[in-house]
């Protein structure tokens, strides 16, 4: 039997806090489909109002979000006792450069990766989703192993 304090329910998040997330990190996982395959791709985001902007260079993600498939982008975060995730769903848009976007979310979209990166792309939400949870202390799990062990050799 472990002692450890009892855990508290996952919280489901509502758009806003989602979205209130999501501004607080540049990193996710970009997730589409190629060739019937799904492939997941990091990307440096920015919220703009309610949609992402990524930019990309040419290639596979590119083609693939600019295609007629859903797409779907998936940040995480922790602090001391919590973590979150935040799942977006929709369809992902190819934006000519224009003067909005380059003022917007754009002037400040510094990805990673070097390279040409003149693509940008805009997720448009059709769901958004998140849950934040207690993160478990990483002796709860040794104990279970640990008495697992013990238990097969009894």
Known sequence: MHNDPPQTPTEVLDPGTCWD????V??????????????????NYKVDQQSLVFRTGEGTKLRAAGGPLAV???ADGHDDARAWSVLVKGKAVVLEPSEELLTGAALTL???QAGE?????RIEPTSITGRRFTITSPLTWWNHVGRASHSDTA
């Open 72 to 74: 779907a982008l998936e």
């Open 110 to 112: 510094f990805p990673w």
């Open 117 to 121: 990166k003149d693509h940008y792309v």
């Open 26 to 43: 540049s990193v996710g996982h970009l997730a589409v489909l190629v060739n019937g395959y799904p492939e997941v791709f990091p990307v």
């Open 21 to 24: 997330l999501l501004r607080s």
